[in-house]
């Protein structure tokens, strides 16, 4: 693939800009500038360097961000910044289908809430992820206003109804870990559901952390604010069904992917959080 061609899809601007950029001698590749637009290179795998930064290669995007709270996940936050701004601008600018999409969050945490958020640019992988027939397990830590007894936690592993529907939502799983802290597994994802939950049964979230989405759980070391890319695989299938995987599986028609932690370092640069629009 054309190197212009390769920066347009990992979202550094139209052909034309990402001609310029390599023309004006910013984009290098094993320590050299390649000021070719035309440059023909295989893109899977490729470590590149944009304007100082360095990027690899990523057909498609998938990233783990530890949210920091006072922050919304929109794209137009009404009080507080918006998530998006925590990333570099290319993740914002991918195209899709020629137009600018970005990644996205899967799914919503509140503006308080900290935590494991995954984001993307798939499509596919997002409404496979939102559809109620994928009950992925979603680990919260709370902490309550008032101590937590053994009746509450039976209460929320029992079910709860809340006030939008008749139908009640239980906790997969539900431990204390002291007496203002309990470990809630989910697998909806309704809106507000731990605050609702924890107020049924007569208590109060004070403080609300996603630790784990399926086996992904969020490093100790990404800081708030922080973000780390996620590699893809896809499996073949029954053939590893029933295989231990330390990620976040999805079911397709024909196949199975997991998103795994790639550990391959931190976003570039410090997060820095703008003023919201
Ligand atoms: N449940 C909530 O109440 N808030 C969140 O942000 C996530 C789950």
């Given at each position: 693939m054309h190197l212009q061609d390769i920066l347009y899809t990992q979202g550094f601007g139209t052909r034309r800009v990402c001609a310029g950029l390599v023309q004006q001698g910013h984009v290098s590749i094993g320590g050299e500038v390649v000021d070719d637009p035309f440059a023909d290179l295989e893109p899977e795998g490729l470590h590149?360097?944009?304007?100082?930064?360095?990027?690899?290669?990523?057909?498609?995007?998938?990233?783990?961000?530890?949210k920091p709270a006072g922050t919304e996940c929109s794209q137009k936050p009404s009080t507080y910044p918006s998530i998006y701004t925590l990333l570099p601008s290319p993740l914002r600018?991918?195209?899709?289908?020629?137009?600018?999409?970005?990644?996205?969050?899967?799914?919503?945490?509140?503006?308080?809430?900290?935590?494991?958020?995954?984001?993307?640019?798939?499509?596919?992988f997002i409404h496979k992820m939102g559809s109620p027939k994928h009950h992925v397990p979603k680990v919260y830590e709370v902490t309550a206003k008032h101590p937590v007894?053994?009746?509450?936690?039976?209460?929320?592993?029992a079910g709860v109804v809340?006030?939008?529907?008749?139908?009640?939502?239980?906790?997969?799983?539900?431990?204390?870990?002291?007496?203002?802290?309990?470990?809630?597994?989910?697998?909806?994802?309704?809106?507000?559901?731990?605050?609702?939950?924890l107020a049924a049964v007569g208590n109060r979230v004070e403080g609300l952390h996603r630790s784990r989405i399926g086996e992904l759980a969020l490093p100790?070391?990404?800081?708030?604010?922080?973000?780390?890319?996620?590699?893809?695989?896809?499996?073949?299938?029954?053939?590893?069904?029933?295989?231990?995987?330390?990620?976040?599986?999805?079911?397709?028609?024909?196949?199975?992917?997991?998103?795994?932690?790639?550990?391959?370092?931190?976003g570039p640069g410090q997060p820095v959080l703008r003023a919201g629009r």
């Open positions: 590149y360097i944009v304007q100082g930064t360095p990027w690899e290669y990523h057909e498609k995007a998938y990233l783990m961000l530890h600018l991918r195209p899709n289908k020629g137009a600018v999409q970005g990644v996205q969050a899967i799914g919503r945490l509140d503006q308080d809430t900290t935590g494991l958020l995954l984001l993307t640019d798939d499509g596919q007894d053994e009746a509450q936690i039976a209460k929320l592993l809340l006030d939008d529907d008749p139908k009640p939502v239980r906790a997969a799983a539900c431990e204390s870990d002291g007496p203002l802290h309990l470990r809630l597994t989910l697998t909806e994802g309704k809106y507000h559901q731990v605050k609702r939950m100790a070391e990404l800081a708030p604010g922080q973000w780390r890319w996620l590699t893809a695989e896809r499996g073949g299938g029954p053939a590893c069904a029933g295989q231990t995987r330390q990620g976040v599986e999805i079911e397709g028609k024909n196949a199975r992917k997991t998103l795994r932690n790639g550990g391959k370092g931190h």
